[in-house]
């Protein structure tokens, strides 16, 4: 028998029990803009009464962890997690970073390209 989960708000097997918009205390958009490879990560500032969501997302992001992993790991839909990520960045516990572009990587030869389509069509 598993020990009582003391996040009554969340059961392994069905997942989330709580509605999003409940979740988000109704809100529907993020005061922020995150994209799903933002890479998030918790700075360690010590916050006052949170909710057990975003408790689990400071959890997740002790390491840079992009929003759609986060959205995976806390099983919940990018949408609720991005309005959480805006509130946890209002409160500086956390910091984004877009990923690095590498803007000196060639861009394929267009040769290359039209015979791989080539050689796939030809299957």
């Known amino acids: 028998m598993r020990e009582a989960d003391p996040d009554v708000r969340f059961d392994e097997d069905a997942g989330l029990l709580v509605r999003p918009y409940a979740v988000t205390g109704g809100r529907t958009r993020p005061s922020a803009e995150f994209r799903l490879i933002t890479l998030v990560a918790a700075t360690g500032r010590a916050l006052g009464d949170v909710t057990p969501e975003h408790t689990r997302i400071l959890g997740v992001c002790r390491r840079p962890t992009s929003v759609a ?17 805006a509130d946890l960045l209002g409160w500086r516990a956390i910091v984004t970073r877009a990923p690095v572009a590498f803007p000196d990587m060639a861009r394929p030869d267009r040769h290359v390209l039209e015979a791989v389509i080539d050689a796939l069509r030809a299957l």
């Open 69 to 85: 992993e986060i959205s995976a790991h806390l099983r919940l839909p990018v949408a609720v997690i991005k309005i959480l990520l």
